[in-house]
């Protein structure tokens, strides 16, 4: 049973912190991996996806890839209380399917 | 564009009754995904067509969940009959690539009494 494990938190951070998430997945065959902000109430929204292993940086967000290590985080710099949300953390396999964690839920302490 | 589009946003039906779904993907997406949330747990993978082909439908739950996309385009999810387990939010998602970015709909959010 292929498994991706999140810390459900509640993450407190204060604002202007840089706020780390962290991911494990059980396949070591998977291939494409994502980021996803889900507000209370509302669908996923996808904000980062890295497919190598390394860093990979957009605007206040980095992905952290490693293989080996079967480990995915993501750093949120000058975090803002427009970040409160949970994070849900979702792995792409071979056979193409996406699993997802169950979320860690952010909260930026104003 | 038109992202994806999910219908009804809420359905409240018996238990036993038949409740169907509808997903409208983002255009040229031959990707679409069918996901569930239910309270409290993760956002469980039921089934993936590629245009209007299954390519799994692994996490289905049983025979009651009956999926389609006639003509690749928009989908339906059936549930026949309603259990009460079966309430939870029905999430579609689109990507153009296999395993690729996955936009998503608004959710049906289907409640079973």
């Known amino acids: 049973q292929k498994e991706v494990e999140q810390n459900s938190g509640p993450l407190s951070v204060p604002e202007g912190a840089i706020a780390s998430l962290n991911c494990t997945y059980s396949?070591?065959?998977?291939?494409?991996f994502f980021w996803y902000r889900q507000y209370s109430g509302k669908s996923p929204e996808l904000i980062m996806f890295i497919y190598s292993n390394g860093d990979k940086e957009d605007g206040r967000f980095t992905a952290q890839l490693n293989k080996a290590s079967q480990y995915v985080s993501l750093l949120i710099r000058d975090s803002q209380p427009s970040d409160s949300a949970t994070y849900l953390c979702?792995?792409?396999?071979?056979?193409?399917?996406?699993?997802f964690g169950k979320g860690t839920r952010l909260h930026i302490l104003p | 564009e038109a992202g994806v589009t999910q219908f009804p946003s809420h359905s409240v039906i018996e238990k036993g009754q038949t409740v169907t779904l509808r997903c409208d993907p983002i255009s040229g997406h031959d990707n679409l995904y069918w996901y569930r949330r239910v309270m409290g747990k993760e956002i469980k993978f039921l089934l993936h067509?590629?245009?209007?082909?299954?390519?799994?439908e692994s996490g289905m739950p049983n025979n009651r969940f009956l999926a389609e996309r006639t003509g690749g385009t928009y989908s339906t999810l059936k549930v026949q009959p309603a259990e009460l387990e079966d309430s939870g939010v029905y999430f579609c998602?689109?990507?153009?690539?296999?395993?690729?970015?996955?936009?998503f709909g608004e959710g049906s959010r289907l409640t079973v009494l």
């Open positions: 067509f590629v245009k209007e082909s299954k390519q799994d």
């Open positions: 396949d070591r065959g998977s291939q494409s």
């Open positions: 998602a689109s990507s153009q690539a296999r395993a690729g970015e996955l936009f």
């Open positions: 979702a792995v792409g396999g071979r056979d193409d399917k996406i699993i």
